[in-house]
């Protein structure tokens, strides 16, 4: 069955980088886009950004833009989220999600079905 | 960016009965891109409804999803005790967002 598996619980200092993994199975990589959704403690789910799976093109939120990287390792059928110049308010539980086939819905235009189990990345001195 | 707000913040029901939660954006999302999700503690969220109406594979029937434009409704038919978790919506018209969530409850 479909399957993201996501890399382990991160402890960070301000101003220090994350990289988050979330390993896929169950389909074919290349096939669909992945999206990036974070939630801050108390606070609503937020989406970061996306990757096509297949040829690298990403897409960010303007939040985050400058500050995260979406990337891919389509022979790992794994893909990375990397979020810079960290703060306190960064401090949340990050998920990958899968988008619907490319070929049938754009990447940004897509509901997220499934979602990774979650990483919860702390930011503090 | 289209801003969702969902109502009420806490629904408190028995099991059997029916739950009816609302999703208003602040502006048209656009050929109703709306999805809803369920998120139990410590869990990642779950699909249940795309395209306003359209039930995710595997999802029970009791669940269904209604509304276009600027209001968007999920109703849960019969609560089950399974049902007791945050609901969440999802526009995915425009850069992608979230309500805040509602809560449904044991009363």
């Known amino acids: 069955q479909v399957q993201l598996v996501q890399s382990g619980a991160e402890v960070k200092k301000p101003g220090a980088s994350v990289k988050v993994s979330c390993k896929a199975s169950?389909?074919?990589?290349?096939?669909?886009?992945m999206h990036w959704v974070r939630q801050a403690p108390g606070q609503r789910l937020e989406w970061m950004g996306w990757i096509n799976a297949g040829n690298g093109n990403t897409k960010y939120s303007q939040k985050f833009q400058g500050r995260v990287t979406i990337t891919r390792d389509t022979s790992a059928s794994t893909a990375y989220m990397e979020l810079s110049s960290l703060r306190s308010e960064d401090t949340a539980v990050y998920y990958c999600?899968?988008?619907?086939?490319?070929?049938?819905?754009?990447?940004?235009?897509?509901?997220?079905?499934?979602w990774g189990q979650g990483t919860l990345v702390t930011v503090s001195s | 960016e289209i801003v969702l707000t969902q109502s009420p913040g806490t629904l408190s029901l028995s099991p059997g009965e029916r739950a009816t939660l609302s999703c208003r954006a602040s502006?048209?999302?656009?050929?109703?891109?709306l999805a809803w999700y369920q998120q139990k503690p410590g869990q990642a969220p779950r699909l249940l409804i795309y395209g306003a109406s359209s039930r995710a594979t595997g999802i029970p029937d009791r669940f269904s999803g209604s509304g276009s434009g600027t209001d968007f409704t999920l109703t849960i038919s019969r609560l089950e005790p399974e049902d007791f978790a945050v609901y969440y919506c999802?526009?995915?018209?425009?850069?992608?967002?979230f309500g805040q969530g509602t809560k449904v409850e044991i009363k």
């Open positions: 502006q048209s999302v656009s050929s109703s891109y």
């Open positions: 999802q526009q995915y018209g425009s850069s992608p967002s």
């Open positions: 169950g389909y074919t990589f290349t096939s669909y886009a």
């Open positions: 999600a899968r988008a619907p086939p490319i070929v049938v819905v754009p990447a940004d235009r897509s509901w997220f079905d499934p």
